[in-house]
């Protein structure tokens, strides 16, 4: 046999007839399907992130200070409540280097503060240029409200706002002489715990009531009962010997934007300090309250 020669083993007549295998063809038509609805999903996903960001973009507003428009994106990012430092990189999209300067620097000029947390929450700066402004209805009506408060308990009065998971101090009339309770404007206190945190916390929405709960050295019929007779009375519960009472401050929509106080010491103000000074701050809340609703009319 010579090399172009056919072994016979492997040699096949022309018109032998083919034959079909019999194993099953693969299955293989609904995952390549599935799999190519999964690969435009994540395609779909990725072109619905690019449009919401460019639209991001878009709505932004560039000053031609670059870092100007970033130290703005980290106070806006700070508006909704407190943040970690991740939380603020995923927010406004800057380099976590970036953030972390900015939000430290803010934090020298007290634009921001840490909560007891350690997150970024904004600063009692604020507070203070508002009132410096006068361009606050609230504060500007404040004063001379405060001021008719002390004459009338003879406790120190304050005004405090909501901020994040904290109250911040915006505005404060303080005994002349005697033991007091001290509350500087600008300060920071917590939603956890004192009269004004009760009325801060009596009117939210559920998920924020029921979050603001979760630590709180007050109870949810305790809120309760605060929405039914419109005042709130904390004895020990912020601090060891100190009362309060507090009353809230409403826009023309309603809404508690405000609690307006006084705190002493529980030996001066007594046992059951609510029944004898919540008129009194009650009538103050109410005199605010109608301040703003006639300054919003007016407009």
């Known amino acids: 046999m010579t090399s172009n020669t056919l072994s016979a083993k492997s040699a096949r007549p022309i018109d032998a007839p083919v034959t079909e295998s019999t194993a099953p063809a693969p299955a293989v038509d609904e995952p390549i399907d599935a799999h190519m609805e999964e690969r435009e999903e994540q395609v779909d996903n990725r072109v619905d992130e690019r449009v919401k960001e460019q ?3 878009d709505n932004e507003i560039h000053s031609g200070v670059g870092v100007l428009d970033k130290t703005v994106k980290i106070l806006d990012a700070l508006e909704s409540g407190p943040a970690t430092l991740g939380q603020l990189v995923s927010a406004t999209k800057l380099a976590r280097p970036t ?3 900015l939000a430290i620097a803010l934090e020298r000029h007290r634009f921001v503060l840490r909560d007891q947390h ?3 929450v904004l600063g009692s700066r604020f ?3 508002a009132a410096a402004a006068g361009e606050d209805r609230l504060l500007a009506a404040a004063g001379p409200i405060l001021q008719t408060l002390l004459d009338r308990t003879g406790e120190s009065a304050q ?3 909501r901020q994040g998971e904290q109250r911040v101090c915006i505005a404060a009339v303080e005994r002349a002489s005697g033991l007091r309770d001290s509350i500087p404007v ?5 939603m956890e715990a004192g009269s004004a945190a009760q009325i801060l916390l ?4 559920s998920d924020r009531l029921h979050q603001g709960l979760r630590h709180a050295r007050f109870s949810a019929a305790k809120l309760a009962a605060v929405r039914k007779r419109g005042w709130a009375e904390s004895i020990n519960e912020r601090d060891e010997g100190v009362c309060s009472i507090s009353a809230p401050i409403r826009n023309a929509s309603g809404q508690v934007i405000a609690a307006i106080s006084i705190s002493g010491p529980s030996g001066r103000m007594g046992s059951n300090p609510g029944h004898r000074y919540a008129p009194l701050v009650m009538g103050a ?3 605010l309250t109608d301040a703003l609703i006639k300054a919003s009319i007016s407009r």
């Open 127 to 129: 507070a203070e240029l």
């Open 159 to 161: 005004i405090y706002r």
């Open 99 to 101: 953030a972390h300067r």
């Open 202 to 205: 009596a009117w939210e929405d």
């Open 118 to 120: 350690g997150r970024f």
């Open 186 to 190: 600008g300060a920071m206190l917590s």
């Open 285 to 287: 809340g109410k005199y």
């Open 55 to 57: 639209i991001a973009r």
